[in-house]
Every structure is written in C-alpha cells, then in structure tokens.
C-alpha cells in the first residue's frame, strides 16, 4: 500500500494495541489472534492517533530517541501496518 505522507494515521478501531505482561511486550490484539510488536513497532504505532502525518512521527521519534535518518524505516513499518490494516489514513 501506498502511503500519503501528508494523511494522518490512525491505529484501527478493529484492532487493540496494549502492553502484554505475559510477554512483557506491547501487542495487537483482533478477533482471530494476536501479534508481538518490538519496542520500536510500538512507538510507532503510539503515535498513530488520528493527529500525526509521517512527518510528524518520524520528527517525534527522532527527538525521542535523539537520532537522526528514521524517515525510511518508519515508512517502511508504516507501510506494513497499512497493508496489514492496523491503521488507516483518512
């Protein structure tokens, strides 16, 4: 899929994003299943609450982290997430 990054993105209202103390890590939760995230899919998926556009969470997590060239790899999970429908873009 392709990806508008002037579009905000929001996490899908048919899937759940929570911390899993069982695993000790954030996961998505839908109906048939469930899926671990790292702690870097995590991030990124917290910041896709209907009011960030890819710009807009790559400068966030840039200063997060205090680094600099995450442009490609968020574009890249963001991406994956669409494709998968865990988020959407309006």
């Not at 890590?25 to 910041?47: F, R, T």
């Not at 995450?70 to 873009?89: M, P, R, S, Y």
Request: proline share 6%; net charge negative.
């Amino acid at each position: 899929m392709t990806i508008n990054p002037d579009l905000p993105f929001k996490f899908s209202p048919l899937h759940r994003l929570q911390w899993e103390e069982a695993q000790q890590k954030d996961v998505i939760l839908y109906p048939e299943g469930m899926v671990e995230l790292n702690q870097s899919s995590a991030e990124i998926l917290k910041l896709c609450d209907g009011t960030r556009n890819l710009p807009q969470i790559v400068a966030e997590l840039e200063q997060k982290f205090a680094t600099t060239g995450l442009t490609k790899d968020i574009t890249t999970f963001l991406e994956v997430a669409l494709k998968n429908g865990w988020i959407q873009q309006n």
